[in-house]
């Protein structure tokens, strides 16, 4: 199961939700035809894919899901909790707090910090607000896997390598800038505006196809 | 200037939002190694990706930032108004509804709608929110290009077969399922549970290559 395709390593997330859903459901074994529709993936996509955890999709039985969302989520590293914290307790910081999902799968937020004290001791959810002057402190009392920056963008960078040196190994990025970070850190950046601009792209190329 | 390639049209947001902080901060011209530096992509990537607009990147002289950036924006569509409704105004549709630098992109909220009638009439920046119930009437007197939706996945197949069927041709999707709409109907999905899912994906992975 070593080496697996970074094409396919992408598609897992996708995987493992359609997997968890049809679990949830009830659903015991599916076949990549339905597997195929469901997720609007080809089935012989589905079956290369899913090929490389083994061969556990027998002719006429289908897949079994429990399975195969178990394999899944090993790989995904969801069979560990991660602790967080999140930076920055805007609008956008307070929404991935609140996301109770996150926790299901084993992301466990332990701190929120912003750099306005008005906010400092407010609850969010379990989790109340701390003052960045109090990020040091904090680490001396827990370790951290991953750090959630919802922050201005001029503030990102220094925040980023303020929090390498406490040792995070680990960043998801919303602030709309590219973070630079030593080799073995990783960044998971979530850029907003990016994301926007395909849609006016699309949507400019289908006015143009009608013309 | 036709037949872009997708892998080229993928980058051109990242192209666009480097070359805008270029030019705000009054550079003129720049060479494809100091793009390469500050984009961490390779020069020889950025030059063949630039050169599809034109060969306008003459050898010791760089390229012309404003007209690149002008250019990349129209391609992506950003030299129009595109008007909006955020459907869920919870933290995530009141952090997006809150972004100024999306209204400066061209993008205008027109609209935010909840389920919650408690909201009805609250005011998020300029815009006051309505009841999803009045959603018809609103459709009566505002054309519509993009509907973000930020309400739970149960809600999102529904609300998004309503928006179809009132002429919406593009959605920006938080909810966490995947859309069936129409093939002319452009979706953005952002499942920031996958975009977590490849943090933990990497974490294990640096684990595994330290034993």
């Given at each position: 199961m ?12 996708m ?7 049809l679990?949830?459901?009830?659903v ?9 529709e469901r997720?609007n993936v080809?089935a ?8 490389h ?12 899901v ?16 991660y ?19 996150f926790?299901?799968?084993?992301f466990v ?13 407010e609850?969010?959810r ?13 680490f001396e ?11 201005p ?6 925040i ?9 190994k ?8 590219d973070?630079k970070?030593?080799?073995?850190v ?16 699309s949507?400019s190329?289908?006015?143009?196809e009608k013309?």
């Amino acid at each position: 199961m070593e080496n697996i395709p970074n094409a396919v390593v992408k598609r897992l997330p996708m995987y493992y939700r359609h997997l968890g859903e049809l679990r949830e459901s009830g659903v015991e074994r599916i076949s990549s035809s339905e597997l195929s529709e469901r997720m609007n993936v080809t089935a012989s996509q589905i079956r290369q894919d899913l090929n490389h955890f083994g061969g556990f999709g027998q002719q006429g039985y289908g897949y079994n899901v429990e399975y195969l969302h178990t394999i899944i989520g090993n790989i995904l590293g969801l069979n560990k909790i991660y602790h967080v914290i999140i930076i920055g307790a805007g609008n956008l910081g307070r929404a991935l707090a609140n996301y109770t999902n996150f926790e299901k799968s084993g992301f466990v937020i332990t701190g929120i910090f912003d750099s306005n004290p008005e906010l400092r001791g407010e609850m969010i959810r379990t989790v109340s607000v701390s003052h960045m002057d109090e990020l040091e402190m904090f680490f001396e009392k827990n370790k951290i896997d991953i750090a959630v920056l919802t922050v201005p963008k001029s503030a990102a960078p220094d925040i980023a390598d303020r929090l390498v040196k406490l040792g995070v190994k680990a960043f998801w990025n919303f602030a709309h800038v590219d973070l630079k970070v030593p080799e073995d850190v990783v960044v998971e950046s979530v850029h907003l505006s990016d994301s926007l601009m395909k849609i006016s792209y699309s949507l400019s190329n289908l006015e143009k196809e009608k013309l």
